[in-house]
């Protein structure tokens, strides 16, 4: 009898540990934000134990009241789906997996708080090459420089200014021409381009145009302005 009732007990602990499902994110730790498609691959690869039917697992990614659904490939062990998010510098994500038993469901959410994926801001204009043709213009020669932020739900540029390429005479004679016209602060929404404007008295210049900002990603920015008849 004592016999009986270990051979059952070792069954039913043998039928526990066989029925267990086993989750791992894929996803990586950040993407490079893309305000225009706005879309982004989240990823798990599954195991499960042999008394677990794989045709019995179904996995949900979700965070930020979302809830994707995810695909899975022909032998349901790679699960893939697309997390809509905008305007921000992460999203939460989490994944809820569901199998079924003969007698039994079963639901493990990993991890049990959610993690944040990074979503880091594209890089900012680097250089820009303004016309500066013909004769000079009342006020020098002008052009904008844009910038264009999507990681924030607003952003101001609150501070511009000027400086030289390097110390030496020729760039700081180079810089000397060139100032910023445009007032600030410039505010605007995420995805907005805004266009900071420059003038030149001088046909030839060039110089390094940075800016403040209040996106905590890019808070200074430098940008290499040229003016040129091109």
Not at 6 to 31: G, H, I, K
Not at 52 to 58: A, E, H, K, L, R
Not at 120 to 146: C, D, F, H
């Amino acid at each position: 009898m004592r016999r009986l009732t270990r051979s059952m007990a070792f069954a039913a602990a043998l039928l526990l540990c066989a029925c267990d499902v086993q989750l791992r994110d894929t996803t990586p730790a950040q993407y490079q934000a893309n305000h225009d498609l706005g879309m982004y691959e989240v990823s798990a690869i599954v195991a499960h134990d042999f008394l677990v039917t794989p045709g019995s697992i179904y996995v949900v990614a979700q965070g930020d009241k979302q809830r994707i659904v995810l695909t899975p490939n022909a032998d349901r062990t790679e699960w893939h789906g697309l997390y809509s998010v905008r305007c921000r510098s992460s999203f939460p994500l989490q994944f809820v997996i569901d199998w079924k038993l003969p007698l039994d469901v079963r639901r493990k959410v990993v991890p049990a708080v959610p993690h944040q994926v990074r979503l880091l801001e594209p890089p900012l204009t680097r250089a820009v090459t303004l016309e500066s043709a013909g004769t000079a213009p009342k006020g020098g020669w002008q052009g904008a420089v844009e910038y264009r932020f999507v990681t924030v739900p607003t952003v101001e540029i609150t501070g511009a200014h000027i400086e030289p390429l390097s110390g030496s005479a020729e760039d700081v004679a180079a810089a000397r021409p060139l100032s910023v016209i445009s007032p600030l602060p410039i505010a605007g929404g995420c995805g907005d381009i805004l266009q900071l404007r420059i003038a030149s008295s001088a046909q030839h210049a060039h110089g390094t145009l940075v800016i403040d900002t209040t996106d905590p990603a890019d808070p200074h920015w430098r940008t290499r302005v040229e003016f040129s008849p091109i």
